[in-house]
């Protein structure tokens, strides 16, 4: 099996940060392969450009940037993208990338004769959203909900791809460091279990 951790957070020291690395360095243990995608330090353009949006409309070439993305993905089973939480989703940086990666021609396909064709079902995305806010909230303002509407469903599974595990730490800001540590090691197992097959794929 064969990882990669894609990282959106333009500090190398916070917390998001130190969650991509231990669950590279848990899948890596394991014995399986992982590669790391540092969006930010790699100063990738999450910008929708006049080339991304002549792509769309069946008048361009996929842009360079974009390919070499692309091949990174397909070199993957699994997917991991560990990002802060902002406004109930993800970091801008994060979204465009999506918005200019994940195109038509290769996450999915609509033609008159085979009609919608998801694309990337031999791909398993696990979701590392890194939250101020507590479990109780999440699920009290229905938070959880849109989270699995709107990423895992109409992003992951819009895609053909399969949501291996979506596990939020909740109350980065608040909970104290030895804590947070403790969470980070547990959870970077627990995402390389699911990699390298150990366990059942599932959602928190």
Sequence with gaps: MTALVVVSHSDP?????????????AIRAAG???????LAAENFDPRFSMADLDLFRGNGTTPADVIA????????DH???VFPMYWWSMPALLKGW??????SGWAYD???????????????VHLVPIAGDDADSFDRHGIDAAFRTQIERGIVEYCGATVGSTMV???SDTKSRDILAAE???LGSAIAARVTGRQQALTH
């Design 169 to 171: 730490v909740h109350e």
């Design 69 to 76: 993305e692309q091949v990174r993905i397909d070199r993957a």
């Design 13 to 25: 020291d916070s917390l998001t940060h130190h969650v991509a690395r231990s669950v590279s360095d």
């Design 98 to 103: 999506i918005d200019r990666v994940f195109v």
């Design 79 to 81: 997917l991991v993208l």
């Design 32 to 38: 399986d392969t992982v590669e790391t995608a540092d």
């Design 184 to 186: 980070v090691a547990d």
């Design 110 to 124: 609509m033609t008159a004769d085979t009609g919608f064709v998801k694309k990337l079902d031999r791909l398993t």
